[in-house]
């Protein structure tokens, strides 16, 4: 198997100290590496240092001469915004090339489920799925050996990210790919590189199996410095004993003898088992029961975007209550966030009666996906002051307990990661203690280990909770009712499984249409054999489509394969 990449003793230095120390990898061909580790641990650096976007400070870097790496971002790079997708895709093409090899953008856009009259669309309209897809097309387009992913998944909604987890199954080439998403690591990797204390540590193995292989290595390390410690401490009460007894007998034998324990026990302090620091903050939520039979009732909901909208979906009748903790389900724009902020602008009006009816004493917080409720001028420690009346001290101390040392209280919330200023809002959201939540896709910029805590404290939080994600470990472990949003229409769920195949139902033959493997293209005259291709399996999926019985069918699909194969035709002047 040949040898792709090869990094030695790679270090990165920062303002704030070093953050990557002592990195040793190799990348093969066949390889499917995820990349995990705590936010701030240097994922994305590593990346960048791969793809010689930033220089290590020491260490060397080998690539092998015929490989070629592409990274996905994990945001649209802001010069994109006012691009078409046509135009995103066609500028990754030598200048040279551009005309002659304009096809190669129009088929890449094809086969990442952009219909024709898409793709002059402006790249700034673009939903969060769609903006992976425009990034993914920009980095096949010059048919790389490697891709590395940072964060492809967030902000997809389900059928989103099922369509993800279908490409990278079928991608042929070598991939590192980071994400805190396990489902997705579980299903799409085979080594796993885990980021931990500025160190690498390499699996063979899936996500969890590393997990749980790393753990039981910590378990082995734990114990073993724990001997080495018994050993340690069994030594030093010998050598204090044995140097007593030199100075109050005058016995230099015993003296001598007392020294070289001290040194033996220096030398085993030196060769002690490190043990992993490991991520010092432990999310939670705490909050308060209300005693009532509901806190927020619901009656003839119609959900807009905006007062002047359309509505996106309308909502009968429901009622919450405390330990009622409700995930809201549905793909992207469809309400859920809209549902979410329309409740919490009717919150913070001191008249609430009507179709929304909250408890006179319920306290309510929310949580907003994009973390507006942070000012980007406070300091870290004003901006806990909206959250709950408490003295400066016990302000440092939620700080500092969240792994912000004292040296940092006076940063402003503008110069945090998105991981930092989410952990912020956490911390908040406990010292307020609220009694019903609204948290907004928390999980955005939570890692793995964040996740599992999430989904522990929501399970323990005796108030309310309303919940928007995507995350299926989430909701599986955290939550107890189920809404689904779907042909503007918000229903309850009793069954888990029973809802997810509703949702997914009309996307498989989707996915299916949408990832198309893109052929190696070396000659220009290649063009009309793809491209007819395409045309064949369009018609033939059409064609089933049309066969089957009305209800079954798919009329976006089927008006989306009309358009491109009208298209195709044109181009190939059939």
Known sequence: MSTLLTAQSLQLDTPFGPLLD????????????????????????????????LSPTNGSLTQAHSCLLSRVEQH??????????????REKIDPLLQESESWRAETLLASMGFAPADWHLNARTLSG?????LLLARALISQPDVLLLDEPSNHLDLPTMLWLEHFLKNWNGSFILVSHDVSLLNAVTNTSWILRDRILHCFALPCSAAREALAERDTADQQRFQAEQKEIDRVTVSAKRLATWGHVYDNEDLSRKAKQMEKRVDKLKETQTELSAGNQWRLQLKGDALVADRLLELEDVYVRPALSSPPLFHLPLQRLKSGDRVAIIGRNGCGKSSLLRLLWQQFQQTQTAGSIRFHPRVHTGYYDQNLHQLNDTDTLLDAL???????????????????????RHQQTVSTLSGGERSRLLFVGLTLARYSLLMLDEPTNHLDIEGKEALAETLQQFPGGILLVTHDRNLIAKSCNRFWLVDKGLLSEWHSLDALYDQLTSEETEEIKTEVVSIPEISQPCQEADILLERLVMLEDLLEKDLARKEKHQKPQLQQQWRQEIDYLNKKLAI
């Open 76 to 89: 649209l790079p802001p010069e994109l915004m006012s691009l078409t997708l046509f135009e995103a895709v």
């Open 129 to 133: 799925g769609q903006h992976t897809r």
């Open 22 to 53: 002592n990195i040793s990898l190799t990348l093969k061909k066949g390889d499917r590496v995820g990349l995990i580790g705590h936010n701030g641990c240097g994922k994305s650096t590593l990346l960048k240092i791969l793809d010689g976007t």
């Open 385 to 407: 002051v909206p959250f709950a009346t408490l003295i400066e001290q016990d302000r440092k101390m939620a700080l500092i307990s969240a792994g912000f040392p004292w040296i």
